[in-house]
């Protein structure tokens, strides 16, 4: 739990402590501010919702929100559009991380900085006629809509220059920036193994689901050596968004095959509440949705005990819930003692 200075100087005023070690204390924390690999506590208030906001509005800006317009300056214009926004951006970034200990608006700039670089690999790739076998994909705006083999360059930019970032910035949403291009690659990839221009809709299921789990088994390991949780998060973030899409899906036409979906969304809400990884509570939770409404719709359509026992279900549920509340501390200790302290339950992490 995080203390401030305010609480130090009122445990000093209660007694607590002494006078003299309280000017130690926030002596010694003044000192180590901004020290190690942390990367900034995340906050939510109009400051921290302003910088991010306005970074996501100049990314969108480069990318997504693009017009038609733009990428007809052609590639050689749109490279060096891409290059002037990354330096002023990293410049601006680096003054504010190290010469004015702004971190959050420093690193966001950065991050920005990052963002640039699919932009400046479409204009080389636009430029030269670099496309390969897949062809010219479209326009700048198509890299965030549509799947094509042809954006993998890109994307590989994108995390080598995050990677890059990451070593002189420690700062978390650039891994976001990473784990983002990681998730579109997870698509990308698609028409790549199976050689042809648009893959078909069961190799992309397919390749996304083992995508998925490599960005998850590496967000654990992330995990497992940082102590921070804002690193590792975004990578369990995108890799579950790849693994638990390709899962749903499925078109599996047996109940059986449907049960075991269910069944492994709940052992997504398992680690989420054995390990406080609230990221696979939702994605769980989104899963056992899913299949109640096939129940509902398809399988107990006509059923009129459905409700009644779906109710003594959630009831069970509830149960369940009160007796983990009585035994929290018993299953918390046992966690203690036979966790790695990087996969130990944290308050307030993914």
């Known amino acids: 739990m995080p203390y401030s200075a305010k609480s130090l100087r009122e445990a000093a ?10 000017d130690r204390l926030l002596a010694f924390l003044a000192s180590h501010e901004g020290q190690g690999d942390a990367s900034p506590a995340a906050r939510f208030d109009a400051a921290h919702v302003l910088w991010y906001a306005g970074a996501l509005i100049v990314i969108g800006a480069m990318g997504l929100f693009s017009t038609l317009a733009f990428t007809q300056m052609g590639g050689r214009a749109l490279t060096a559009c891409a290059i002037a926004y ?3 951006f990293g410049v601006a970034g680096h003054h504010l991380w190290y010469g004015k200990n702004l971190r959050v608006p420093g690193g966001l700039l950065i991050a920005i900085a990052v963002s640039m670089a699919p932009l400046a690999v479409y204009g080389i790739q636009d430029e030269l006629g670099w496309w390969g076998k897949f062809g010219k994909p479209g326009t700048v705006q198509d890299f965030y809509v549509w799947v094509k083999g042809s954006w993998i360059f890109m994307e590989l930019a994108t995390v080598a220059a995050g990677v890059v970032a990451l070593r002189y910035f420690r700062f978390a949403f650039i891994v976001a920036i990473i784990a983002f291009a990681l998730w579109f690659m997870s698509m990308d990839l698609a028409p790549w193994f199976s050689g042809t221009a648009h893959a078909d809709f069961e190799t992309q299921r397919r390749v996304s689901v083992w995508f998925g789990l490599a960005v ?11 102590s921070n949780g804002d690193f590792a998060f ?11 899409g390709g899962i749903t899906a499925s078109s599996s036409s047996t109940e059986l095959g449907k049960a075991v979906y269910c069944l492994l969304n709940v052992g997504l809400i398992v680690i989420a509440v054995i390990l406080m990884r609230r990221a696979y509570a939702v994605f769980g939770a989104f899963g056992i949705c899913l299949y109640l409404g096939h129940l509902a719709d398809v399988v107990f359509k006509d059923s009129l005990w459905f409700p009644f026992s779906l109710s003594l279900i959630g009831i069970a549920v509830i149960a369940a819930g009160l007796l983990y509340h009585r035994n929290e501390r018993a299953i918390a200790a046992w966690l203690e003692a036979h966790l790695p302290a990087g996969l130990r339950p944290r308050s307030a992490t993914t």
Do not use: E
């Not at 005023?13 to 309280?22: K, N, T």
């Not at 975004?234 to 968004?241: K, N, S």
């Open 234 to 244: 975004w990578l369990h973030l995108f890799g579950l968004m790849a693994f638990w």
């Open 86 to 88: 990354a330096t002023a």
């Open 13 to 22: 005023d209660a007694g607590v402590i002494s006078p003299v070690d309280l």
């Open 216 to 226: 998850l088994a590496v967000a654990w390991i992330v995990d497992y050596r940082s």
